[in-house]
């Protein structure tokens, strides 16, 4: 069996220095709120070229604080793209504000004119997602946000160490929010994020979000939560972050191999948009016969997953808001004929040769 992925390789190749990591904050007495996180902020904001890095407990909570942070809430409006994860949608309704969803481009992500159409006088933020790891086409996107005097709030759930024009995604929003679940290109031994900014206020204002609203203790200025990055997770992020461009070379030497070698009408290879570097924290191809596919692949003990089956807006959880099937079809195509391959850390050479194989052995 050729798994669609696994962590162990990651954590053996340093496994030294993840151990001694964390037994330093063991052995420190001190689990919240410390010394690890303060260096680990340090060293993210000065890895994306910002000023600011706050760490807390989850993406989903870096994009719920960041909106929160921002005033956006109800009666306001959020564009975001309609083939997405759920994550991003439910920070814009846990807030209080609707999203409005915009077809994607030819590389998966927010198309800019989609995104321009979809403005109203309610529009309060355009919230783009460099999904599998590839960025949005921050030009247009960030010309359009001025122009209209609107926020942009980066979703780099997916994107660490990625760049366009030379410029690292995180670096493009007024906030931009992160991701350190394990699996991620930069992954915590558990859930994590954080969120980045230029803005010394809403810098502020988010370690008061996240920590009760209190800068304080017992004083509590605003309506916090309680979404603190661990010490443990921040130590051994520390070590991550260390190896993080050796993480990303990897995986780009997988990609050309795959890109090169995959050579099947009926599967449709990513695309990749010039000007940028894709850190591929996903390899996801296109197939019509998506179902027969994936069945055809596990027959021979090969492994894959759908990212994602059901766009938002059809989900169960967004009913309420009335989008009916066939509104996105851009999105909702996408949905039915995606599907990610083995790719990990680690990724034998002979499996990854086998899963070309066999893809080019499809319908022949």
Not at 89 to 97: D, K, P, Q, R, S
Not at 165 to 188: E, V
Request: net charge negative; hydrophobic share 40%.
């Amino acid at each position: 069996m050729i798994p669609f992925g696994t962590l162990q390789p990651l954590y053996e190749r340093h496994s030294g220095e993840y151990n001694s990591a964390a037994l330093r904050v063991l052995r420190s007495g001190w689990y919240i709120m410390g010394n690890e996180l303060e260096a680990f902020e340090k060293e993210f904001a000065s890895f994306l070229g910002v000023e600011f890095c706050i760490g807390v407990n989850s993406g989903l909570d870096a994009l719920i604080l960041s909106l929160k942070a921002l005033g956006i809430g109800p009666g306001d409006e959020v564009i975001v793209q309609a083939n997405t994860f759920i994550a991003t949608v439910l920070a814009i309704t846990a807030n209080g504000a609707v999203p409005v969803f915009a077809e994607p481009d030819e590389f998966h992500s927010l198309d800019p004119d989609q995104a321009e159409k979809a403005i109203t006088p309610r529009t309060r933020a355009i919230l783009p997602v460099h999904l599998y790891g590839q960025p949005c086409d921050m030009g247009p996107l960030c010309e359009l946000a001025e122009n209209r005097n609107i926020h942009i709030v980066e979703d780099c759930a997916q994107s660490q160490g990625a760049s366009y024009s030379g410029k690292m995604t995180g670096s493009f929003g007024i906030l931009s929010c992160f991701s350190f679940y394990p699996t991620k290109n930069l992954g915590a031994f558990g859930d994590a994020g954080a969120v980045a900014t230029n803005d010394p206020v809403l810098a502020e204002k988010l370690r008061m979000l996240r920590n009760y609203g209190s800068r304080v203790k017992y004083e509590n200025e605003v309506e916090g939560v309680n979404s603190r990055l661990d010490e443990i997770q921040a130590a051994l992020l520390r070590v991550r972050l260390q190896y993080l461009e050796e993480i990303i070379l990897e995986r780009e030497a997988l990609a050309r191999q795959y890109l090169s070698g995959i050579r099947n009408p009926a599967i449709r290879l990513p695309r990749v948009r010039e000007g940028v570097r894709h850190v591929w924290h996903q390899f996801v191809v296109e197939c019509d016969t998506r179902k027969k596919l994936q069945d055809f692949l596990s027959e021979q003990g090969i492994q894959t997953q759908i990212h994602y089956p059901i766009p938002p807006h059809l989900s169960k959880a967004m009913e309420p808001l009335g989008y009916k099937k066939g509104i996105y079809p851009g999105a909702e195509h996408l949905a039915e004929t995606v599907l990610s391959l083995p790719f990990y850390n680690g990724l034998a050479e002979k499996d990854l040769c086998r899963v070309v194989e066999t893809l080019n052995g499809y319908g022949r």
